[in-house]
């Protein structure tokens, strides 16, 4: 039942026209192969470390793949091939490699039946892995449970992973049910992980396997002090989004930031790079049990929020396909979508308000991630805390899944530990005063919050409509996603895509997406 | 991982001794780029390092809002710091009214009230009255306790007659209105009535508000103080241990 | 249309019940007079001043009258003698009276037509003042204009009129639309008013007619500037409620906190001596063009918001009975009404909702005052703020017409000049972001919000049966308002109470109630 | 009534001159009476008089939120505060417009760009684009105006190569993200950059975002800087007089 009066055959046909758009890029998609594809693959199969410059292995060995033009063989039988002729394990044969002591491309080439099978054994044992993570987190929401929803989701962004440690546990404490380590600007980037713990990062703390496990270990025995299970979350999107997938499924993060949008439009990456990068990644994600969080906020940061509405919508549209095709649940798909409207509008407070009922009801089974205003905040701390009050409402109002807490000091720096407290307070009071009050109320028919869902809904099935026309890449070209143009090949990382041979095997996907290791 | 140094602690932000406060404050000046710089000023004669005016407006000719972060450049010695605090240790009703039984053996009577011109009457209710606050039963529901609530407004003379009258094991005072400190004189005049009559030693004294403390309780004459959140049980175990120490 | 299914047959009942009840009070407040009623004729046929003991003169007469066992005959006789027989203004007669060159009691007795004319005459050219001020208020209004409803209601209260002055400019600048003087502590239980300009209140400032003359000026002024009326506040309910009532309707004042009810429960005014001054002060206001603000949401500090909430809605009902005998409009009515439960209330939001709502269709043409949390604020301000933010936005959503707002410094101190601010800015944010939310939503049937509405309704009514049938004073000897019990005899002021007698006179009521200088 | 002495001003709260503040902070201490007298402490070292914590709350082991008011000790002369302001009289659209015809006479040209690693495109865009920014027109739109906005995460060498490819009147640059102080290492780059290519005197230099006022980048060496809320006119009214000055 629709509290909106809307006309769900729309939404369908917009759906349909997404599930074109996404299938279309699939296309796309399984032709090629990235260097950090290939570095995932090494990842999973337990090439970690650095070498004495610094440069994480599975670098090391994928740059020489891709040096001797053989990335579109794909780094798996190349591997298995060293393994099997050897007898050594992934680390150590990178670590030869790394050392100059053994070249991959001149030891003799073994039976590709020995080379595969060797291959699918590590495989498994990696996916093995991710499994009993996946039954850990299980067994913990079992045994220590977890907040209700909405979900109050905070960030720490100190820098320096200790520091986050002690802000995440203090914010466990105040009430937080979800801790996102904000990265380092400048990571996502960067064509490669850095390693080892990390005490210097800029406007947050770098995406490392050890940071991760740093921090999954403060937050569990934290959750064990408060009772509840405590979830992480960090972000994939940038230039390594399946390594650092990869990452968190082997250090059990519970939720990943994971939109290729996201890094074309705000990071200037090359789509055709981070499209074939996020199908990756999104299928360890899924497979993992992790909840994905997509980018579709981000558009009303710098579009007009009344305006683009239905922007948001198309585009969570299009996540969602992406999703279901890299095996994605739909309890897994945070689809992104913001409070970001001016706050001096008359009657904004009902546009947002339908448009996240909107959201709610078109994907009825997604934790849907809110995102709180930003842009429209500034340095009046007082007027930003109520802005975030009328956020928290409209949250509990329309039954949203994680709710990014909004803070007071958003225009001025990252947050102070008082500040996420106070935010969080913000939102605990809200929650409770107001519990159901989504279940006590009607919104009027052909009213000003009915007629607005509507519309923004009618203007994203004909948005989707013309994407499916025109193509998905065609369209980011011509600038209608948060009013920014990207050239399909423009943009950073180009130069790791490559199509694939027809040998090329990555024994990943199919592990992952179907058989025995799916729950 | 750094440890917090308690001989020189300094406000956190994100990272250990950062220093980060936040203020507001009004200047009595137009709204201007000079208006933010006398805050800046002001803040760094405070010994505030890197004032950063995040927001400024104006109030309506003449008034400047400021809301302003920076970095405090002093520390407090924690390790040092004692403050004075009721040592009883607290029982629950119950406890309280085994206590009566088994230590003192008769009725404890305390009188209780607003005085001066305070009309506040919730904060005594909350302690005296049956019903008592949060699930908490006020002194009027404790057995072996007699307590008579006067209300607010009363007079100092009226309230120690009442005590004298009944001969009161304790005398509990409450003071809401703070402003330019009336609280002060009126608790003082208090204390000295009580003092005149001679019995400041037998009686029982303790004050109660939102801006009340032991401390300031005790620099004002009283045996004890207690501030918001107290309940019945609190100022209840601290009188019935004082009348069995005195008795001991 | 009611949308909370409210049974409104139900409230007719409890309205003929509130109506018998008021009747019966009425019969007994004819019957009787009071001091400052008595002061009241003085100051309206223009006594002012006070002897060189600072005893206003009309202490100095109705002292007087009062020893010489002359109350229950009334001043306006005495006074109408002593003018018709020395041809002197009452001004003059009451100084002389003060200064003992004259005595009112022994002057021969003149015809008692031409006393009644004498003194008929200078009440008409007081109430044709009082008409003239209305008459102002209204071409002000038509003129400049006002704020929309809910109006923006703050307080000053630096105990300082001049420094007042101050704030209430910068407040109405900042948008306010109704500027109160809180009134210094001790007041209510002063059985005279001060006089002159005053700066040391305390906790507010003296209710004065020169405070009130100095303030109005101030308020024209800054209304000029900014383009809309400024309505000024004070408060009559205490010892000298319809002196106070009358110096408001001479300095055109338009709202006056007016309510016997609170002066018995709060101040310990004794309940015969204030009911009997609260009509005539109610006579004057509503002459005066004045709205009234009852003070129903006090019981709410003193007893349990969800609990007791039948009792203001009882007392609401009872209020406007004794303002309708009054002669005031259901446009004058600013029955009183509070957000005062416990944040920390799973659902609460909802219970004030109803509350609020259920009160502005019962009393459809009140312009309600609602006020805001106040015992349940800490010294948490940015929480505060969010309660404040919670009220408001009741308020827009239930259109309530006076808006006093919170402040989020409440626990702390009255306000300063930045809190008012912050205060109206979240005022105004949400009424402008969520204007017509009221219009657009429904409240579910037999949900959370109507049972409560409901019940609350019904409880009132089962109450008001029982007052009816008890009677009002003993109903409050019993305690039933705010759990405060008040003896009918006791409290300060009985002794300025007697039986008129059968000659008694008081010309202003006929005037005032009647005839041709009503609108 | 007394007036501001604007030699000694005050915070305001309610009456002239009485000095009050509002703060918060954490201290990374247990929450405890002990951590509330630390946080008075602090405050008396700042020059608070009777400083009163409001409000304590416990922010997880070891982090204690104070709320406090206060009375500032400390006065600022106001009457000696000058601020450099940019000094050019504000024209709108169409008067810059006919500025550029009437004084310029040709196209004047301006590169803009978020520098460094700041990817914070909103506020550049907001004085550049057609579209602009709460219904003013960007400069772009501008008739006897060419501006090129390059984007973000502009490199500040492409930045300045692109002006000098441009033959341009001026360079404007954005700066968003402030943490620990990153642009001010930037922003002095550029300078030195144009310094280098001996463009300091040729080429008008503008730095504006929310963190940014005239007095700051005029220190840093630019010829003006523009904070939150500047509009496209402001730089456009500020570059276009300049240019015309330097022609005389
Ligand atoms: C309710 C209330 C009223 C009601 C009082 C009704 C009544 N019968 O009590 C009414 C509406 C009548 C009222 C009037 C006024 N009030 Co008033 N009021 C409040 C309010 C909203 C709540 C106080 C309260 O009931 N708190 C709940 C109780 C349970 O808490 P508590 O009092 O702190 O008590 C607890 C502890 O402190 C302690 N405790 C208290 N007493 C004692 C005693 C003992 C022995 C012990 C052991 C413990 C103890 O235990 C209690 C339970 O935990 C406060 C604002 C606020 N939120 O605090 C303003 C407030 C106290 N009022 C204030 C003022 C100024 C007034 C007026 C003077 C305004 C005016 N000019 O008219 C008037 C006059 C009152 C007067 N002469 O005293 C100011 C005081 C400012 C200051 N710091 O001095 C406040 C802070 C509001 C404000 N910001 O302006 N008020
Ligand atoms: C939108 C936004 C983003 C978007 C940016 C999208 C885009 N393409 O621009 C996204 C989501 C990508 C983003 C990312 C990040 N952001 Co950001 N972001 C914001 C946000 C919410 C709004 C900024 C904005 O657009 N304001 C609106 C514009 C119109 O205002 P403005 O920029 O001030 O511009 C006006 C004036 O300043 C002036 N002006 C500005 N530039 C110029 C130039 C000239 C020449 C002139 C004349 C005038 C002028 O005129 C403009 C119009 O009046 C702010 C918070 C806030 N409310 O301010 C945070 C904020 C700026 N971001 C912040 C951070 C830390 C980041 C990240 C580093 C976080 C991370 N670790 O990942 C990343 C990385 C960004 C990077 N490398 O730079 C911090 C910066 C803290 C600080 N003080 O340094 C803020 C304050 C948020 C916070 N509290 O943490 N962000
Ligand atoms: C989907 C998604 N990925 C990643 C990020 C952050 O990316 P970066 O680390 O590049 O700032 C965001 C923005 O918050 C996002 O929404
Ligand atoms: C109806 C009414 N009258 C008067 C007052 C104030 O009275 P006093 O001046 O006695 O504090 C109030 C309380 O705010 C009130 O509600």
């Known amino acids: 039942m629709s509290k909106l009066n809307l006309d769900f055959t729309l939404a369908e046909e917009a759906r349909s026209s997404a599930k074109n758009i996404a299938i279309n890029i699939q296309e796309f998609i399984e032709q090629h192969t990235t260097v950090t594809v290939e570095r995932t693959i090494l990842r999973l199969i337990g090439v970690d470390g650095v070498d004495e410059i610094d440069r994480p292995l599975p670098n090391v060995v994928v740059e020489k793949l891709k040096n001797q033009g053989k990335l579109s063989l794909g780094i798996s039988y190349f591997m298995g091939n060293a393994m099997a002729y050897t007898g050594k394990s992934a680390q150590e044969i990178a670590e030869l490699v790394s050392k100059e002591e053994l070249d991959l491309f001149t030891i003799p080439t073994q039976d590709f039946d020995k080379v595969q099978e060797k291959i699918n054994g590590i495989a498994i044992e990696a996916v093995k892995k991710i499994k009993a993570n996946r039954e850990t987190r299980d067994k913990y929401l079992t045994d220590l449970g977890e907040g209700p929803k909405p979900y109050l989701y905070v960030i720490v ?20 049910d979800i801790i996102a380590v904000i990265r380092s600007t400048a990571q996502s980037l960067l064509d490669y992980v850095p390693y080892g713990p990390t005490t210097e ?19 569990d025995d934290v959750g064990e002090e408060v009772g509840k299970y405590i979830r992480l979350v960090n972000y994939a999107s940038g230039l390594c989004m399946p390594e650092i997938a990869a990452m968190g499924a082997l250090e059990r993060l519970d939720i990943m930031l994971n939109d290729a949008l996201y890094g074309i439009l705000f990071r ?49 549209f299009i996540n969602e396909q992406f999703a279901l095709l890299a095996g994605l649940k739909e309890e897994q798909m945070g689809l992104g979508h913001a409070f970001e409207m001016d706050p001096s509008i008359e009657n904004g407070f009902l546009l947002e308000l339908a448009q996240a009922q909107m959201a709610r009801e ?16 500034t340095g009046n701390i007082f007027k930003g805390h109520i802005q975030d009050a009328l956020f928290n409402m409209i949250a509990i109002t329309t039954n949203q899944g994680i709710q990014l807490l909004g803070m007071l000091t958003e225009a001025i720096h990252t947050p102070l ?4 407290a106070l935010s969080i307070e913000n939102a605990k009071y809200v929650f409770n005063n107001m519990r159901n009050l ?21 203007e994203a099935a004909v948005m989707l409509k013309n994407i499916e026309n025109e193509g998905l890449m065609e369209t980011i070209e011509a600038g209608k996603f948060a009013g920014v143009k990207r ?33 | 991982m750094t440890n917090v140094d308690l001989t020189r602690v300094k406000p956190y932000g994100d990272t250990l001794n950062d220093g980060k406060m936040q203020f507001s404050f009004t200047l009595p000046v137009q709204y201007c780029e000079e208006a933010k710089e006398a805050g800046k000023q002001l803040l760094i004669k405070m010994g505030i390092d890197d004032p950063e005016i995040v927001h400024a407006e104006d109030l309506g000719k003449g008034y400047t809002l400021i809301v302003a972060y920076g970095i405090c450049s002093h520390t407090v010695d924690f390790s040092s710091i004692e403050v004075p605090k009721v040592d009883t240790d607290m029982m629950d009703k119950y406890g309280v009214e085994a206590f009566i039984k088994e230590h003192i053996k008769r009725d404890v009577v305390i009188v209780g009230a607003t005085t001066g011109t305070d009309a506040h009457t919730v904060g005594i209710d909350a302690i005296m009255n049956m019903k008592g606050y949060h699930g908490h039963y006020g002194l009027e529901r404790y057995k072996g306790m007699v307590a008579v609530n006067m209300g607010a407004q009363v007079p100092n003379e009226e309230l120690l007659a009442k005590a004298i009258e009944l001969n009161a094991d304790a005398i509990i005072v409450s003071q809401i209105v703070t402003q330019k400190d009336v609280h002060i004189p009126n608790l003082t005049n208090l204390i000295e009535l009580i003092e005149a009559e001679g019995l400041r030693d037998r009686l029982i004294t303790v004050a109660g508000g939102p801006r009340i403390n032991h401390e300031l309780a005790i620099e004002l004459g009283y045996d004890a103080g207690f501030g918001t959140g107290s309940y019945a049980e609190d100022v209840a ?12």
Do not use: C, W
């Open chain 1, 268 to 316: 200037d990456i090359n789509m055709q790079r981070t499209l074939v990068d996020q199908f990756f990644s999104r299928v360890i994600n899924g497979f993992a049990g992790i909840i994905i969080n997509t980018g579709e906020d981000n558009y009303l940061t710098t579009s007009d929020a009344v305006e683009e509405a239905h922007t948001v919508l198309a585009s969570q």
């Open chain 1, 157 to 176: 962004a100190t820098g320096n992973i200790y520091e986050d440690v002690n802000q995440a546990k203090a914010a466990a404490r105040q009430g937080a």
């Open chain 2, 237 to 248: 175990s601290f009188v019935v241990t004082e009348i069995a120490k005195k008795n001991v």
């Open chain 1, 417 to 420: 530990l008082q500040d996420r």
């Open chain 1, 438 to 458: 989504g279940d006590e109320i009607e919104f009027k028919e052909n009213g000003i919050i009915q007629k607005r869902a509507q519309g923004v809904l009618k």
């Open chain 1, 487 to 519: 050239a399909k090949t423009g943009g950073k990382g180009l130069d790791g895509v490559v199509v694939k041979d027809e040998m090329y095997f990555n024994p990943f996907i199919e592990l992952m997406l179907g058989g025995e290791y799916r729950d």
């Open chain 1, 201 to 219: 990062g800029f406007g947050g703390t770098f995406a490392t396997q050890e940071n991760f496990k740093i921090m999954r270990k403060a937050l």
């Open chain 1, 362 to 377: 078109i994907f009825p089974n997604a934790p849907l991630k809110y995102m709180p205003p930003t842009k429209h905040k």
